[in-house]
């Protein structure tokens, strides 16, 4: 699969932000957007899970205290299918038309959480991140 970051797939940029919970990644998304908006810039601001009507639904599930019993693998697939839907529906058409894409976590939290925190093999961890992603990567990432 072909590995495409904004620069090359079309105009757009597609930046996402990482870091723990309460680091300021939704505020500084709030003002970059502010800032490219201004200057006359297409911006959507997203977040991980989430970003589409499957992706909210999604992130209900794994969100819900309810279902603490979620084993680490179910969880894994879960963001993976929230974000192949994210990617395919808002992600890459929005890059293709030009936009700049800010992302509230992506595939770094996925590695931290679900492979390092959950004890799942960091290569298959890897591996479903790119699948999932189809071949559209951040162009930067910025940890907070």
Not at 6 to 25: D, P, R
Not at 47 to 67: I, M, N
Not at 109 to 131: E, H, K, P, W
């Amino acid at each position: 699969m072909p590995i495409r970051t904004a620069q090359s797939a079309s105009s757009g940029v597609f930046i996402t932000f990482e870091g723990g919970e309460g680091a300021g990644k939704s505020t500084h998304i709030a003002i970059l957007a502010h800032v490219l908006e201004r200057l006359g810039h297409e911006v959507l601001r997203l977040r991980e899970p989430g970003g589409t009507s499957v992706g909210e639904a999604l992130r209900a599930v794994v969100l819900d205290p309810d279902r603490e019993e979620m084993c680490g693998l179910s969880e894994l697939f879960v963001f993976e299918a929230s974000r192949a839907q994210l990617v395919s529906q808002v992600i890459a058409p929005a890059l293709e038309r030009g936009a700049v894409v800010l992302c509230d976590r992506f595939i770094d939290s996925t590695t931290a959480y679900q492979a390092y925190g959950r004890g799942i093999d960091l290569d298959a961890v890897r591996f479903l991140n790119l699948l999932a992603c189809q071949g559209t990567l951040p162009a930067r990432t910025i940890l907070m």
